[in-house]
């Protein structure tokens, strides 16, 4: 296999745990975004990107939007991790939200991660109990998939995390 860097950044949890289990599965190195240099990046073939899923934004994806032209003759793939389950609509705007203009060729996976209001910051709270007022006064017929998620996993701890997760990835990587 090509070389390959597998960079991410996370704020709970699941994507490093994502970004760790392809690396070793795949033989990659592995860089956290908050540590990594484009230099670093610039030696690699093939680019795997992770990052949590906030308000529709992939977490530190800038350093693939800011240094695009430098890794444009790269393979680069994204992977976005997020607590509600795969919704393809959800995804369509996920990838219209992030990977527009030249980044629209780039490979986009969605991964569910965990959910865990107890660990979350003051504004992550903060941010979901504003989300789960608005969906309370929606009628249940008029919620969309992940919105039902959300609410039914507000109150407990979650984790959808499995290494099977990654088989799409690694297989896309294998084509």
């Known amino acids: 296999m090509s070389k390959v860097a597998v960079v991410y950044k996370s704020k709970y949890g699941a994507t490093k745990k994502y970004a760790e289990w392809l ?10 975004q908050e540590k990594c240099k484009i230099e670093n990046l610039e030696e690699y073939e093939i680019i795997i990107y ?6 529709s934004g992939i977490s530190g994806l800038s350093i693939i939007k800011k240094n695009y032209n430098k890794l444009k003759d790269k393979k680069i793939i994204v992977f976005a991790v997020g607590a509600s389950p795969y919704d ?7 990838k219209k939200h992030n990977l527009t203009g030249d980044l629209g ?3 986009l996976f969605y991964l569910r991660g965990m959910f865990n209001l107890k660990v979350m910051t003051f504004k992550d709270k903060l941010l979901i109990g504003m989300l789960k007022g608005f969906l309370s006064k929606k009628g249940s017929s008029e919620l969309e998939s992940w919105e039902k998620a959300l609410i039914e996993s507000i109150n407990n701890e979650s984790d959808w995390t499995s290494r099977e997760n990654l088989k799409e990835i690694k297989d896309y990587l294998e084509s």
């Open 50 to 55: 992770g990052g949590g899923i906030y308000a």
């Open 23 to 32: 690396a070793e599965d795949i033989k990659a190195d592995l860089y956290s």
């Open 105 to 107: 060729s780039i490979k």
């Open 88 to 94: 393809e609509k959800a995804y369509n705007e996920l």
